[in-house]
T-cell receptor, first 114, second 114 residues
Framework: NAGVTQTPKFRVLKTGQSMTLLCAQD?????MYWYRQDPGMGLRLIHY???????AKGEVPDGYNVSRLKKQNFLLGLESAAPSQTSVYFC?????????????FGPGTRLTVT | AQSVTQLDSQVPVFEEAPVELRCNYS??????LFWYVQYPNQGLQLLLK??????LVKGINGFEAEFNKSQTSFHLRKPSVHISDTAEYFC????????????FGAGTRLAVHP
């Protein structure tokens, strides 16, 4: 049982390049989330999904797109990377929509945009 | 909008001393409260959570937190810290009915010195 995994662990992009971050969970969780972590700001929600085929915007969605084609995977895309998107990205999942259901986090992806 | 304030960005403490990490939240509705820990270069791990019931919540690694509704606080405590407790600690809330979306504080870096 690997829990929540993220690919890749590190990435360096040039401004304007695109990339996709992959999150996978093997816990059969319905909800999945993408956060970004910046110094002094905690984690902020980018997008989330309440089930296969559904996505919704979080607090800071601009510049990102997501897809949830399979229940176990949640993809985060950057179509045209900007230096402001330099951050550490965390994926999380939870079993249910019930508020208070524990979110389980992946190890993170460190992205640098030059 | 909901917000979470962690009153100390850094807390230095000597090994075996007690520690308190402070967290206040702003909310006009009921909330669920969480403390997560992030060890260096790792993802977040749940320490404890308050959903309802007893206001004193015990978590992993000897940590506990007390929910104080009148002061809108959820401070984290440990009576005797170890070097291995050195990490960043995040307080977070989910407003009830909030689709399980976590709102994080900026984090408190706990540094335990020998």
């Amino acid at each position: 049982n690997a829990g929540v995994t993220q690919t890749p662990k590190f990435r360096v992009l040039k401004t304007g390049q695109s990339m996709t971050l992959l999150c996978a969970q093997d816990m059969n969780h319905e909800y999945m989330y993408w956060y970004r972590q910046d110094p002094g700001m905690g984690l902020r929600l980018i997008h989330y999904s309440v089930g296969e085929g559904t996505t919704a915007k979080g607090e800071v969605p601009d510049g990102y797109n997501v897809s949830r084609l399979k229940k176990q995977n949640f993809l985060l895309g950057l179509e045209s990377a900007a230096p402001s998107q330099t951050s550490v990205y965390f994926c999380a999942s939870s079993y249910s929509s019930t508020s208070g259901s524990t979110q389980y986090f992946g190890p993170g992806t460190r992205l640098t945009v030059t | 909008a909901q917000s979470v304030t962690q009153l100390d960005s850094q807390v230095p403490v000597f090994e075996e001393a007690p520690v308190e990490l402070r967290c206040n939240y702003s909310s006009s509705v009921s909330v669920y409260l969480f403390w997560y820990v992030q060890y260096p270069n790792q993802g977040l791990q749940l320490l404890l959570k308050y959903l309802s019931g007893s206001t004193l919540v015990k978590g992993i690694n000897g940590f506990e937190a007390e929910f104080n509704k009148s002061q809108t606080s959820f401070h984290l405590r440990k009576p005797s810290v170890h070097i291995s407790d050195t990490a960043e600690y995040f307080c977070a809330v989910i407003p009830s009915g909030g689709y399980n979306k976590l709102i994080f504080g900026a984090g408190t870096r706990l540094a335990v010195h020998p």
